[in-house]
């Protein structure tokens, strides 16, 4: 709290650790940061009203993560790892992303249905603009695997069609994606 003060009363000890834990990243990636000047809007979504900054904050357990651009749009997000993934895949998941699931492992496994989860949550915060359905509106086309994470080649069809693509890593139990993109 010396660093950056508490924007809003935040009782629970944990989420205003989180809370704080990504404001300094946001001060650590871009030390000019107005982050006293942050605004939420109705979908959520933190924001600059003047937008001299694109930026997106992720928490899980006891990971923070955050994205900063002059530029681009950006979204950034962390998942843990979990089963419960599996409850709820048939609401995220249309069956050409299940098939390109199962081609990279030959079963749908945990992780790679939290990636996918993570690559639809970073390009839900990359649009912006909520009222998008993760099933119909974002389509994850193809994953590319390496030892550590990947790249997966994206689209989001609100409004506009728009290709992005998706950095990830995992590390500890959890997945890291990311996306940098213009908006046009």
């Known amino acids: 709290m010396q660093e950056v003060p508490l924007q809003r009363e935040i009782s629970h000890p944990h989420k205003r650790l989180q809370h704080l834990a990504g404001r300094i990243l946001l001060k650590k990636l ?3 940061f107005p982050y006293e000047l942050i605004k939420i809007a109705d979908t959520r979504k933190p924001f600059l009203e003047n937008e001299a900054y694109h930026f997106s ?13 002059k530029t681009d749009r950006v979204g950034v997000d962390i998942e843990l790892v979990d089963p419960k993934v599996e409850k709820v895949q048939h609401k995220f998941l249309s069956e050409p992303e299940q ?15 939290t990636l996918a989860w993570s690559i639809k949550e970073v390009i839900y915060k990359w649009y912006g603009e909520g009222g998008v359905d993760f099933k119909e509106h974002i389509h994850i086309d193809n994953i590319f695997l390496n030892e550590h994470g990947g790249m997966a080649e994206c689209a989001v069809s609100k409004n506009i069609m728009r290709h992005l693509s998706v950095h990830f890593i995992f590390f500890e139990n959890n997945c890291l994606a990311w996306v940098s993109a213009g908006n046009t």
């Open 30 to 32: 871009q030390p000019d």
């Open 57 to 69: 904050i992720s928490h899980c357990r006891e990971y923070a993560a955050a994205i900063v651009s």
């Open 99 to 113: 098939q390109i699931l199962i081609h990279q492992s030959s079963i749908l496994n945990i992780q790679l249905l």
